[in-house]
């Protein structure tokens, strides 16, 4: 059942490009974004956005250095984390 949860949620986002340099954007269908946060790999907070309450974010990620980072999503029915790659 797990299974079939998680693919119900990647049908409901998306997350492009990736790898980016520059922007990011976050889709979500059929759920509102409330907010969400960038990490890098030690765990520090990097970037962060709340009370958003729209299913479109474009995030600028143009200062960021180049390696690999997670953004946590959430939306009002969940969260939601994935990685992505800046160049």
């Given amino acids: 059942c797990n299974e079939i949860a ?3 949620i990647d049908n409901k986002f ?7 340099n520059d ?3 976050l889709n979500f269908y059929g759920s509102i974004i409330s907010g969400w946060k960038i990490f890098d790999l030690t765990g520090k907070e990097i970037k962060s956005a709340e009370n958003l309450l729209r299913d479109y974010s474009e995030i600028d990620i143009s200062s960021f250095p180049k ?14 984390i994935q990685h992505f790659i800046k160049e």
């Avoid at 998306?14 to 980016?20: E, Y």
């Avoid at 390696?67 to 969940?78: A, D, K, P, Q, T």
């Fill in 67 to 80: 390696g690999i980072y997670l953004i946590r999503m959430l939306s009002i029915n969940f969260e939601y």
């Fill in 14 to 20: 998306s997350l492009f490009p990736n790898p980016s």
């Fill in 23 to 25: 922007r990011i954007h």
């Fill in 6 to 8: 998680e693919e119900n």
